[in-house]
């Protein structure tokens, strides 16, 4: 079923494909990720037995980008063709928006063909669609084979109901994305006519064009692929099974209790979460790897050493975020005020608080360079030019030593979550000598976004201001909940936001505050209003009494 997210603007939905055993599903699947994502920034997840038949299912997500305004995501799933699998097949069709029949052309599998298509039409059944208004595109696979059946013998057997049909040898690619595309049209024209989505910008008459036109600049934009059209997806998850224990664990054809559903249902619910997290994962790695290859190339370029100490510090800060994106994965969230516990006998601690006891000021990061005599070829070394902060007479401070990594907090709310993001900016806080001061009171509850992204685009705000402010400067960070009104097509709407804002010296000229608010920033200002967009959210300047200036960035109130 399709999901909205109208403040983020943007649409999931669900393609399956359907058909006899060995009809080329997996394989159209592995075409589409070798030819839109050939350098693999996601995973095709796939649960085979030991001679590479589908057991359980297919899982390819897929991002089409913006589409009249909305993030598409389209979650593409094979079913497995063996007849003993059909209680599988009709729990992965379960909530399909559109599907892909792919029949095998040779005129010796009309009638596995024909069994299939009825049993597709069946399960559509049991899960409450309607085929004939379910949206279905046809393709006629291994036309390179001889014996086939003719077009007219095929329509007439299949495509009773007139819809788009395909020839394709999906082994070479060939009338693969053809196919997809066409499903994609109709199925996001049926749910644009279905939800009445012409009032908010996605106009049924011009979905082919726009579907079109975006497949056009996916493609485009795609790097070019590498191996031959054998070499299949380059970037493959496959959890292989030994057939008789394929046999033992799933339901055969004749099992269709409420049961062995529902424990269907989980399974799909747990792979599909596993590729969503690999993916989110693959995705921010590659994105902070080459974030930290292009600051090493400015380290070593630049001899300035202030430029040096801000690149090593981007390096550090992209380092701490990747290193704990690895370490949240598979943990759930621990309620608001609380902290993850400690888990047994693994020998990991929850990550180290930074120290505010003494401190009335609530000063968290007021970190300090290394001191000077850093060993020579140690980059960290660029740290001992900058002057050290101020030190602070009410409480103990953290300190930054060169070479160690920067420490990590607990998200205890959006105050902890703050730490967090001080903790990964702290190297270049440190060059800075640039002091944060929190005023978010513990516990405060965070707006409603992915905290990884959030706690990143923090991260990016406190690199980008330590680098425009002086030398010895203080950022101020306060939160409140604030009513924003905001105008759109159906008029106003009044909507709660989480205004975060952080207070700083007059660093920012107008020019500055005007690139960061088009996204033309290339720097971690860039990054941060980018990251904020994608939250649903929009950032404001606002002077302050003696010249100062307060960066506020407004999120989704949860």
Known sequence: MVQFNFSERTIKAKVVYYGPAQSGKTTNLEQIHRLTDPEGANRLISL?????????????????GAVSGYDFKIQLYTVPGQVQYNATRRVVLAGADAVVFVADGQ?????????????????????????????????????????????????????????????????????????????????LAAIAVKYSLKEKGLDPAIVPEVVAQAFSNLLKNAPKATGPPSAGSPARVVLAHPADVASATLPAAGDSSPVSDELLHRAIRSNVELAETLTDVVREVNQGLATILSQAELFQSHRDEGKRASAIGSIQQEAARLRLIIRQIGQVAPPIGQVAPTKRGTGILPPTPLTREGNPTGAFAAVRPAPSGAPVGNPTAAFAAVRPAPANPTGPVPVARAGSPPESVPSAGLDGLLSEAVASARAVLAARSVSVESRVAPGTRPPRCPLPSLRRAAAALLHGLAVTLSPGSVIAIRAERKPVLLRGKDGEVKRDFVMLALGHGASLSAADQQRMLQGADPGPLGEAYRLVREMGGFVRFAPLPGGALETRVFLPAA
Request: glycine residues 4%; charged residues 25%.
């Open 48 to 64: 085979n037995t030991a001679q590479d038949r589908t057991l359980f299912f297919d899982l390819l997500p897929f991002s089409l």
């Open 107 to 187: 005129k010796s599998q009309l009638k596995e063909n024909m069994s299939a298509f009825e049993n597709m039409k069946v399960n559509l059944l049991a899960n409450r669609l309607v085929p004939e208004k379910v949206p279905l595109v046809l393709q006629y696979n291994k036309q390179d084979l001889p014996d086939l059946l003719a077009r007219g013998e095929l329509d007439k057997a299949l495509n009773f109901w007139g819809r788009k049909a395909f020839a394709a040898v999906a082994s070479r690619g060939e009338g693969v994305l053809e196919t997809f595309v066409a499903v994609v049209q109709e199925m």
